[in-house]
């Protein structure tokens, strides 16, 4: 069977890395939530005061930030560790949310992060789930999606999320982030979230899990089929 590259973009919160998730798992694929990778960075620029202004702490940070992905032996999810520790819960919280977008801003933080995700991704059969991963990291992904849903809805999906985790967050505040970071990921400088032409517009508003994965999977399971005519053409 022939391995291709699922790029999963759009909007915070609607459902790409659970989608993604899933549709890995079906597929038996690798799940890159490069989010993680983002809140990571973010998580230790905040624990150890770094100076975003400062191009040369900036870049000493980097130099000591490994973030890695390891399967949870119990949960059986992919956490993520940031120098050797599990800071899966941490970087979910909302003081890292609050952060995260001026952080993933800096055109040095997104290098560093490409080079690893384009490294993650070198063998294909992976679902990566971001911003920029159809338009920067792999433009040749065979399958490119570009997630999007109501704002409101959205909120209500994070917060449900937030709840899980026992942080209690009121709707405002939370639609007032996800506006927020929407806003400065769609129009900084470096990589913006936008819609690669060749990705294909999924509007989640009013579906269910199980319907987004299905999509996905059929969406996938064309493009295998494309990806090994191609192959057995050669
Ligand atoms: O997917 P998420 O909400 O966990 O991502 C957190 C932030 O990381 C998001 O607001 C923007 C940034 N991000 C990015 O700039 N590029 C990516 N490929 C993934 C996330």
């Known amino acids: 069977m022939s391995s291709i590259i699922i790029a999963l973009d759009g909007y915070s919160s609607c459902g790409k890395s659970t989608t993604a998730k899933h549709v890995a798992k079906e597929l038996g694929y690798a799940y890159i939530d490069t989010g993680?990778?983002?809140?990571?960075?973010?998580?230790?620029?905040?624990?150890n005061h770094i100076s975003i202004t400062n191009p040369y702490e900036v870049s000493k940070a980097l130099s000591n930030i490994q973030v890695g992905f390891r399967r949870h032996h119990e949960t059986k999810s992919n956490d993520t560790f940031l120098n050797g520790m599990n800071v899966e819960n941490e970087i979910r919280k909302m003081y890292v949310s609050e952060r995260v977008s001026e952080v993933s801003a800096v055109a040095e933080v997104r290098h560093a992060m490409v080079a690893q995700q384009q490294k993650m991704g070198k063998g294909k059969g992976i679902v990566m789930d971001g911003r920029d991963?159809?338009?920067?990291?792999?433009?040749?992904?065979?399958?490119?999606?570009?997630?999007?849903?109501?704002?409101?809805?959205?909120?209500?999906?994070?917060?449900?999320?937030?709840?899980?985790?026992?942080e209690m967050v009121g709707l405002p505040e939370i639609l007032a982030n996800l506006q927020k970071r929407d806003h400065i990921d769609a129009h900084?400088?470096?990589?913006?979230?936008?819609?690669a032409e060749d990705a294909l517009l999924i509007d989640t508003t009013y579906l269910t899990v199980d319907e987004q994965v299905e999509l996905v999977v059929r969406l996938a399971d064309e493009r295998i089929g494309q990806a090994v005519r191609r192959r057995e053409k050669k």
């Not at 993680?36 to 624990?47: G, H």
């Not at 990291?137 to 709840?163: C, G, H, N, W």
């Not at 900084?188 to 819609?195: A, D, G, I, N, V």
């Open 36 to 47: 993680a990778m983002y809140r990571a960075v973010t998580l230790y620029f905040i624990q």
């Open 133 to 166: 991963i159809g338009t920067v990291v792999f433009p040749e992904a065979e399958l490119k999606i570009f997630m999007t849903a109501d704002s409101y809805m959205r909120a209500q999906r994070r917060q449900a999320e937030l709840l899980a985790k026992g």
């Open 188 to 195: 900084r400088e470096e990589s913006p979230l936008r819609q």
